[in-house]
């Protein structure tokens, strides 16, 4: 079993910038990709990065240039870095660790950026 908390959400102006922070314990050995996606309010849920456990990246088209994921093993977390922040960029940004055996999410932080 895997525990994922993620941290750093928050309301910002637009064009400004936000760290997500997402802990993992449990067994996250058997994890093979971590990654982080949204969910705007009557939107369905969206990838925004993922990062593999050899360090291999993924971005959604949307937040190319502006996100980046990155990840501390020591520490069993995971990072999304925000910058140049729009109003579309609010929603829930939800934390996930997966293999082809076993698929965890957090339970959600907001990001609301004003305009």
């Known amino acids: 079993q895997v525990r994922l908390v993620e941290s750093g959400g928050g309301l910002v102006q637009a064009g400004g910038s936000l760290r997500l922070s997402c802990a993992a314990s449990?067994?996250?050995?058997?994890?093979?990709?971590r990654g982080w996606y949204r969910q705007a309010p009557g939107k369905p849920r969206e990838l925004v990065a993922l990062?593999?456990?050899?360090?291999?990246?993924t971005y959604a088209d949307s937040v190319k240039g502006r996100f980046t994921i990155s990840r501390d093993n020591a520490k069993n977390t995971v990072y999304l870095q925000l910058n140049s922040l729009k109003p579309e960029d609010t929603a829930v940004y939800y934390c996930?660790?997966?293999?082809?055996?076993?698929?965890?999410w957090g339970q959600g932080t907001q990001v609301t950026v004003s305009s």
């Open positions: 996930r660790a997966f293999s082809s055996n076993d698929d965890y």
């Open positions: 449990g067994s996250i050995f058997s994890i093979n990709v």
């Open positions: 990062i593999t456990k050899g360090g291999s990246t």
